[in-house]
């Protein structure tokens, strides 16, 4: 699996959802999200090519004063991205690595809270 990723010699450490990840320097950061979850990634509706729109992230670099809409499968992953937002095909496919940060951005229920909210 390893020929996927652009050749790198480091990880470089990014956060994503307030969860922090150690990913492959000079990859796109779709490619990062590969390298978190390859089990998924590779199954998800992406063209890889700036068409589809799915792979879109909010998305604040370290010397960014706030956070800009970005395309993954555009941009190459930097020390110190933090993604505050993200395309549902994304969480989907990152939903099991993200655990509850997931399910507060897409809206759901945390599992086994249902029905316990106060009134
Ligand atoms: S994967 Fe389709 S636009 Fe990025």
């Not at 990723?5 to 492959?24: D, H, Q, W």
């Not at 199954?43 to 670099?61: D, P, S, T």
């Not at 099991?96 to 086994?112: H, R, T």
């Amino acid at each position: 699996m390893s020929d996927i990723f652009r050749p790198y010699e480091k990880l470089v450490e990014i956060t994503i959802l307030g969860k922090t990840f150690l990913v492959p320097e000079k990859n796109s950061l779709l490619r990062a999200f590969q390298f978190i979850s390859p089990e998924t990634i590779p199954y998800g509706r992406f063209c890889w090519n700036q068409e589809c729109q799915y792979c879109k992230v909010n998305c604040q670099l370290f010397d960014d004063d706030q956070a800009r809409p970005i395309l993954s499968c555009k941009f190459l992953v930097s020390e110190g991205m933090s993604i505050s937002d993200l395309a549902p095909e994304l969480i989907g496919c990152l939903r099991s690595k993200l655990g509850q940060a997931a399910q507060a951005v897409s809206g759901e229920e945390p599992v086994g809270t249902a029905g316990n909210a106060e009134p």
